[in-house]
Every structure is written in C-alpha cells, then in structure tokens.
C-alpha cells in the first residue's frame, strides 16, 4: 500500500474517490496519513472487519468532509465502541449507522445535524436505546432504520422532523410508543412481522395518528420460524393489514406486500386512490384466492383441471399484475416478484442499508 501511495499518478486518481470501505486498520492508518487528499475528497467511509474502532473513528476526525459513517462490527465481537467519539470526532455527519454492535460505551445524545440514522444493536435492555437517540438532532433527524428495539424511545417524539421510520418484529409495546406519537408525522414505515401474534398487533397499528399522513408503507411478513402454514398467514394478513389497515390509509401513493397473497385483495387495494405503486413480493407457496368466503391456497387450484388455467396465469408476474391493473381506475405501476423457498429476508451490511433505506424511501 505504501509503495502504491508514492506513485503521483494513482494517488491523483484516488483524490477523485469519495466513498471507502476499510477491512483493517493498518489500511486505514497508511492512507489518512499519506497525505491530505484524503480528507479532502472523503464523504462516505464503511468500517468492516477486524479493527480497533475507537482508534479508527479517532483517525477519520480530519475528515471534515465525511457525511456518512457505516460502521459494521460483525466481525468484531468483543470490541467495545465508545460512541461519544463520533460527536467529538465526527461532527460533521449527516447518516449514521451502527450495524451488529454487541458493547458500546459512551451516548450519541450530542451528535448534531444527522438526517439517517440506523441502529442494529444486539441488546434487549431500553436502557441501551434511550443513549443511542442523537438529541442534539432533533430538529434534523429525518429517517430512523431500527433492527432491534423492545420499545420505542419516549424522547422519540421530539423529533418534529421524523418522517420515515423502520421497525423490528413488532411488540405490542412498540406499536403503543407509534401511538403515542403526537408530534410526528410520518412519510413512510417499514415493519416486520415474524409471528402470528405479532400480526394481530397490526390491528391497532392503523389508528396511529402519526399515519395519518403516510405515502409509503412496506409490510414483510416472514413467519416460518413460527410454524404458522401459508395459508393461515394469508388469512391473518387479509384480516390484519387488508381489511384493518386499507381503510385508513387513504394517502398511500406506495405500498409494499412481503407475504401471502389473495387475489380477492384487488378490490379492496383498488380503494387506495392515491397509489403510484404497488409491489408484491410472493413466497413460493404463498398464493390463493378466497371464494365465497373461504380463502383456497394453490393446492385447490393445482388439483382442479377447471382452475388450473387460472392459477397459471396468477404465477406469472406479468399475468396476475394484468389481473390487478383492471382493478384500478387508473392503475398504478404494479410490480411482482415471486420468491422461491430459499428466499431470505434479512440482510447483512449495506445490502441491510439499501433494503432499510431504498425500498422506504423510493431513493
């Protein structure tokens, strides 16, 4: 690295680079110190792997350029994170996020002017959470990614800016907190739901007053590990989101399905006048169809030589959006995506990032 760094004509060409990930420290240290260039040009800096991060966040501190810091200790853990640095060396950032952090130390109470903040900590204690809100923040912070949480912050609702939000597997206290929220107004929401009872709390989620001006909502519904058959989470989805959730979400211009599947839902998400854009993401085995009054999974279809033409049609993306689009007064963009049964929801690194923050926020 450092015989690279002494020929002018590759450093000109790395002066022009805004955006680094770093695997080592060693790395790191040679490059900051090899020269201005670096904290000059950099906006973007991703710390992964095996590294002293205390160290690492002291050495970016000439960085005044940095808006974005992902630091991902997956790989690190046992390393404490002293998370009072990134305010005292980092004050310039905008978008932070702290990705599988088993021990930290320190608050991020005077981190100022971030915008992005995302929070991937495995701790169970809300203790931990109420240190990890940036108050010094709360007239700018816009979008929170939050991974695991056992409850909402009360101080959440002094973030008056707050308008795209991401959740964990629902609780029954989490959606409590969104419903006490009575200063903020969000844009978009994300939640997850892993079990059959945590959908059920989906019912109270609608009356939040903090959704009464939502314009993107993505539901991803992953309930293998509870062992609830296919058809059963359709069926709780149907009654949970469907029915409970479309008649107050009358802003929605983008929502988002990660699930089951009812081809009798084309009525009701018809009702949503506003939407611009409908995605549905289909587990393999996770389509149906409810015929008087009594929801059917594919086997019915796949066994009935008459409905079989049918059911046809509805696995192949361009067949069943056709089916919707003649729902709509004026269809929005409808896009299908069938997941085999390997498919897996969460994601690591900044693959995490872009589901957390691109499929929310339409960026």
Same mark, same amino acid.
């Not at 149907?238 to 008649?247: A, D, L, N, Q």
């Not at 693959?351 to 499929?359: D, I, P, R, T």
């Given at each position: 690295m450092?015989a ?9 060409? /790395? ?6 990930t %770093? ?9 900051v110190?090899?020269? $201005?260039?670096?904290s &000059?040009?950099? #906006?973007?800096?991703y710390? +992964? ?5 205390n160290t690492?966040?002291?050495s ?6 940095l ?6 200790? /997956?790989?690190l853990?046992?390393s404490?994170?002293?998370l009072?640095?990134?305010s005292?060396?980092?004050?310039n950032l905008? &978008? ?12 991020l109470?005077?981190?100022r002017?971030l915008?992005?903040?995302?929070? +991937?900590i495995?701790t169970? *204690?809300?203790?931990?959470f109420?240190?990890?809100?940036p108050?010094?923040s709360?007239s700018?912070l816009?979008?929170?990614?939050? *991974?695991?949480?056992?409850r909402?912050p009360?101080s959440?609702?002094?973030?008056s800016?707050?308008?795209?939000l991401r959740l964990?597997?629902l609780s @029954?206290?989490?959606?409590a907190?969104?419903r006490n929220l ?6 978009s929401?994300?939640? @997850?739901?892993?079990?059959? =009872? &945590?959908?059920k709390?989906? =019912?109270?989620?609608?009356?939040a007053? $903090?959704? =009464?001006?939502l314009?993107?909502?993505?539901v991803?519904?992953?309930? *293998?590990?509870?062992?609830v058959e296919?058809s059963?989470?359709t #069926?709780?989805?149907?009654? %949970?989101?469907?029915?409970f959730g479309?008649? +107050? ?8 399905l990660?699930?089951g599947?009812?081809v009798?839902? !084309? ?8 939407l ?6 289909i587990?393999?085995?996770?389509? !149906?169809?409810?015929?008087k !009054?009594?929801?059917h999974d594919?086997r019915?279809f796949?066994n009935?030589?008459?409905l079989a033409a049918c %059911? ?8 069943l959006?056709?089916i919707? #689009?003649?729902?709509? @007064?004026?269809?929005p963009?409808?896009?299908?995506s069938?997941l085999?049964?390997?498919?897996? +929801?969460d ?5 995490? /990032?872009?589901? !957390?923050w691109s499929?929310?926020c339409g960026?």
């Amino acid at each position: 690295m450092r015989a690279l760094l002494d020929d002018d004509n590759f450093v000109r060409c /790395l002066s022009r680079k805004t955006e680094w990930t %770093f695997w080592s420290l060693g790395t790191l240290l040679t490059i900051v110190l090899s020269g $201005s260039w670096f904290s &000059q040009s950099t #906006e973007i800096v991703y710390l +992964y792997g095996h590294m002293h991060v205390n160290t690492a966040l002291r050495s970016l501190s000439s960085c005044r350029q940095l808006r974005c810091l992902i630091l991902d200790c /997956l790989s690190l853990p046992r390393s404490t994170v002293d998370l009072s640095l990134i305010s005292t060396f980092l004050p310039n950032l905008t &978008q932070l996020h702290l990705l599988h952090i088993l021990s930290f130390e320190g608050s991020l109470a005077k981190a100022r002017n971030l915008t992005d903040l995302t929070v +991937y900590i495995d701790t169970n *204690r809300q203790a931990d959470f109420d240190t990890l809100l940036p108050l010094a923040s709360s007239s700018t912070l816009r979008k929170i990614n939050y *991974r695991r949480i056992p409850r909402l912050p009360s101080s959440l609702n002094s973030f008056s800016k707050l308008t795209h939000l991401r959740l964990p597997p629902l609780s @029954e206290e989490i959606v409590a907190g969104l419903r006490n929220l009575t200063n903020v107004q969000l844009h978009s929401l994300g939640v @997850e739901v892993h079990t059959g =009872k &945590q959908m059920k709390h989906l =019912k109270n989620l609608w009356h939040a007053e $903090s959704l =009464k001006n939502l314009k993107q909502l993505d539901v991803s519904i992953d309930c *293998r590990e509870d062992k609830v058959e296919t058809s059963s989470v359709t #069926e709780l989805m149907s009654r %949970f989101v469907i029915s409970f959730g479309i008649p +107050y979400l009358e802003t929605l211009e983008h929502l988002e399905l990660c699930g089951g599947f009812d081809v009798a839902w !084309g009525p009701r998400l018809a009702s949503l006048k506003n939407l611009k854009c409908l995605h549905l993401r289909i587990p393999e085995g996770s389509l !149906g169809c409810t015929i008087k !009054g009594r929801f059917h999974d594919q086997r019915t279809f796949v066994n009935s030589e008459g409905l079989a033409a049918c %059911f046809d049609m509805w696995t192949k993306p361009e067949g069943l959006a056709a089916i919707l #689009e003649k729902e709509f @007064e004026s269809p929005p963009i409808i896009e299908v995506s069938f997941l085999d049964a390997r498919w897996d +929801y969460d994601v690591e690194g900044k693959a995490l /990032l872009m589901k !957390g923050w691109s499929c929310l926020c339409g960026e």
